[in-house]
């Protein structure tokens, strides 16, 4: 069976999902193609859920940091409650009508399965052949990598999936990868009473921001009684039928009943038919130029471009896809002030490059930064005030290149440099503004100062 649209789109994760609605609106044909759910990762395994999660185990912090400022206080997780609103508020019990509803409603028509290329404008999926004459649209996103590790495989091991679907909390949890993800999980199961084990082969958390991040988290975990094994790898595997236990190079070994594993993704570009259309099926990712085109009648957008694992990286690219599909005037992709948060307590805010990508790119730089806890809010602010503000500048461009912003609300102090280093903003200007006091965003002016005598 033969049909036709104006464009069709294979993957409606965010960036998919965005592209198709958007066209379907402008008033093309255009046929979404999706195997999963309708929205992606982000709001039903990713984003959305997972900062609830965080949500419930700040609040849990927060309360037992009562004693310390305001009086006493008794806290007893529940875990029901943060289930509950996962399954019933965000996700619907994982379904998604009302996200298809949304497409169908702009003008566009669904078909559940796997598409993949024949040729250029050219898509298959199940027994039915797609010409599109304005195009197609890869948006195929991300699945966990799951390490090749000695008795890993076939165990009932966790990915985020299933962290962020169950409903009890482990009493232990090791979790392989001290990144983002690895890092935030490992926050919210120990505030919820679990025994944690992070093993990260980097030196460090949060491999890859600034060192001075990751050493401040690495204190923060173990505070909160999380075990932090950096440096070290797992080597092994062994799962009895009730417990996991993870072999370390060294040989000593750590065990618990559940078994996370955040060691990355990987784009899901396996039999989309990329040789058809003359790109290499086995790369990591699709390259794309700045109007997301990778090809003859062919854009990509989202996780599988490699520009980023983030929702906002997607929609962005979306947009610009969608200028350059319809024809309207647009400017090109640009990653270098690329916004970034890691949702721990404190948050991890950052936009650019850190200062070893900077040093690497040959970028002559000076670097100021200043401790979170000294600016006047911070010292106010008491228990839960570690974090950093910590600037790099391009010495001779007189411009920032990079920023970190960690601490409490550190996400949302980010605005205010992921701006500066986005518009090039000079830092003298930087110098001139007037920064509110006592706000947490005043220890820019602090880093500032720093920066001047570096």
């Not at 289930?83 to 019933?88: H, S, Y």
């Not at 497409?103 to 898509?123: K, M, Q, S, T």
């Amino acid at each position: 069976m033969t049909e036709r649209a104006d464009l069709v789109v294979i993957g409606m994760g965010p960036g998919g999902e965005e592209v198709a609605n958007r066209c379907a609106e402008a008033g093309l044909s255009v046929i979404g193609i999706e195997s999963n759910l309708v929205g992606g990762e982000c709001p039903y395994w990713g984003c959305v859920p997972s900062k609830m999660m965080i949500r419930a185990g700040d609040a849990l912090a927060e309360a037992r940091r009562v004693p310390l400022l305001a009086g006493s206080t008794t806290v007893t997780p529940d875990w029901t409650p943060v289930a509950r609103r996962i399954r019933e508020v965000a996700t619907d019990n994982w379904n998604d009508a009302a996200a298809a509803k949304r497409f169908e409603d702009a003008g566009g028509r669904l078909i559940r399965g796997r598409g993949r290329l024949l040729g250029p404008g050219r898509v298959a999926v199940g027994d039915i052949e797609i010409e599109a004459s304005r195009g197609v649209v890869v948006a195929t996103g991300t699945s966990p990598v799951i390490p090749d590790i000695p008795g890993l495989a076939g165990t009932p091991l966790w990915t985020n999936r299933e962290a962020i679907e169950t409903e009890h909390v482990p009493e232990s949890l090791v979790v392989l990868g001290g990144g983002a993800i690895g890092a935030e999980l490992s926050q919210v199961f120990a505030r919820f009473g679990a025994r944690v084990t992070v093993i990260e082969p980097a030196d460090r958390l949060i491999a890859m921001e600034e060192p001075e991040a990751g050493a401040i988290l690495d204190g923060v975990f173990a505070a909160e009684g999380i075990s932090v094994r950096c440096g070290r790898r797992a080597v092994a595997v062994e799962h009895d039928g009730n417990s996991f236990t993870v072999r370390l190079d060294g040989g000593d070994a750590v065990s618990a009943v559940t078994l996370l594993v955040a060691t990355g993704r990987r784009a899901n570009l396996h039999g989309v038919g990329l040789e058809t259309v003359g790109l290499d099926p086995a790369a990591r990712s699709i390259p794309v130029d700045g109007h997301m085109r990778a090809g003859e009648s062919l854009w990509s957008v989202g996780d599988c471009t490699g520009r980023g694992a983030f929702t906002h990286v997607a929609v962005y690219q979306a947009r610009i896809a969608i200028a350059d599909i319809l024809g309207r005037p647009h400017s090109q992709a640009s990653y270098h002030a690329l916004p970034r948060v890691t949702f721990t307590d404190p948050e991890v805010g950052a936009a650019g490059l850190t200062e070893k990508q900077a040093r690497e790119q040959g970028i002559d730089v000076r670097t100021g930064s200043t401790p979170m806890s000294v600016s006047t809010r911070g010292w106010i602010h008491g228990p839960g005030n570690e974090g950093i503000i910590k600037l790099v500048e391009d010495r001779h461009g007189g411009v920032l290149v990079g920023v970190t912003t960690m601490g409490p609300a550190g996400g949302e102090i980010l605005g205010l440099l992921s701006l500066a280093v986005h518009a090039r903003v000079p830092v003298s200007s930087l110098r001139d503004m007037i920064y509110a006091y006592p706000t947490l965003h005043r220890g820019v002016e602090d880093a500032l100062a720093a920066l001047a005598v570096a």
